[in-house]
Structure formats: structure tokens, C-alpha cells
């Protein structure tokens, strides 16, 4: 598995952003999979993740009603559609690939990270 995200950058308060991972080894598809995001000096928190049949999707609570999980499995890509963005959601963001199937909310469960991309929503 290795991760690829994309798609951050620069929003005001209340625009949209779409966030892709791709695994470029196309290894992952059996994988649940899960966005995170970091704030230097804080600790990795949970925003969203999704089972490898994308029959389960967790968010977490300051995210949910704004952000969407999704994959393509076809492509190997799971995208993360942000919308109403507010200036907190500022972090740099991180897919993951969980060591299972089924989809999680702990750091732990994931084995493979990608590189991060940087989302600054202005206000």
C-alpha cells in the first residue's frame, strides 16, 4: 500500500474542498480506510473513515453533517468531500489504511499513512 493524498489548499470560510487518496500499489481495495487530521502541537484526530464495502462510514463529531467519505474502489481512491469548511478545520490531512476491512476511529487501527496535504480555510 502507498498513499497518495491531494487536494488541500487554500478556502475561505464556508467554501468546499475535495481531498483524494489514491494507493498506487492498488493494494488496499479490502482495506476500511479513514481521514485524519493534525494541528502542530495537538494530537491526530479522527475525522472520517469507511469500510472496504463502504457499507459503514464513522465521522467524527465536528465534522459530521459537512463531511462525506467516500471510495471508488474501481480506482483505488477514497475521497474526502468537505463542505461548510470553517477556519478550525485547518490541519493538515491524512488518509490511512486500516489493518482490516472494517472501518475505525483509532489512529491505531490504521498501518499505512500517507503524506499529508495542508487545507487553510481563511476567514
Known amino acids: 500500500v502507498q498513499l497518495q493524498a491531494s487536494g488541500g489548499g487554500l478556502v475561505q470560510a464556508g467554501g468546499s474542498l475535495r481531498l483524494s487518496c489514491a494507493d498506487s500499489r492498488r493494494t488496499s481495495s479490502n482495506n476500511g480506510m479513514g481521514w485524519f487530521r493534525q494541528v502542530p502541537g495537538k494530537e491526530r484526530e479522527f475525522v472520517a473513515a469507511i469500510s472496504w464495502r463502504s457499507d459503514n462510514r464513522y465521522y467524527g463529531d465536528s465534522v459530521k453533517g459537512r463531511f462525506t467519505i467516500s471510495r471508488d474502489s474501481a480506482k483505488n481512491t477514497v475521497y474526502l468531500q468537505m463542505n461548510s469548511l470553517k477556519p478550525e478545520d485547518t490541519a493538515v490531512y491524512y488518509c490511512?489504511?486500516?489493518?482490516?476491512?472494517?472501518?475505525?476511529?483509532?489512529?491505531?487501527?490504521?498501518?499505512?499513512w500517507g503524506q499529508g496535504t495542508q487545507v487553510t480555510v481563511s476567514s
Open positions: 490511512a489504511a486500516a489493518l482490516w476491512a472494517s472501518a475505525s476511529r483509532s489512529p491505531g487501527d490504521y498501518r499505512y
